[in-house]
């Protein structure tokens, strides 16, 4: 599986950004999906993951509220939908694939190039 994130770019503090991830393969809708971001001088940090058929979805506390994470399985497509966005959510964000099992242990197999997201303040 082969995974390209898109997206990202400059908005104002307060802005919307709508990041899509592009996956390869024949197993997409059976995949988990995570959304991930870095920082400079930071780890990485998970914000969201969606099950294979999209019914359930997931989200760290500092993604809960702001963030929504989607999918549309016949476009090999995963979304991740930014609100309310804040000086620090700046960062590279990207997107990985993993198995079933991936729910429930948040491990990704695959991953994607990053999408740089910039929020001025």
């Known amino acids: 599986v082969q995974l390209q994130a898109s997206g990202g770019g400059l908005v104002q503090a307060g802005g919307s950004l709508r990041l899509s991830c592009v996956a390869s393969?024949?197993?997409?809708?059976?995949?988990?999906l995570g959304w991930f971001r870095q920082a400079p001088g930071k780890d990485r940090e998970f914000l969201a993951r969606?099950?294979?058929?999209?019914?359930?979805?997931s989200y760290a506390d500092t993604a809960n509220g702001r963030f929504a994470v989607s999918r549309d399985n016949a476009k090999n497509t995963a979304y991740l939908q930014m609100n309310s966005l804040k000086p620090e959510d700046t960062a590279v964000y990207s997107c990985?694939?993993?198995?079933?099992?991936?729910?429930?242990?948040?491990?990704?197999?695959?991953w994607g190039q990053g999408t740089l997201v910039t929020v001025s303040s």
């Open positions: 990985a694939a993993g198995s079933h099992s991936s729910w429930y242990s948040n491990d990704f197999t695959y």
């Open positions: 393969g024949r197993t997409f809708s059976a995949s988990t």
């Open positions: 969606i099950s294979g058929s999209g019914t359930r979805a």
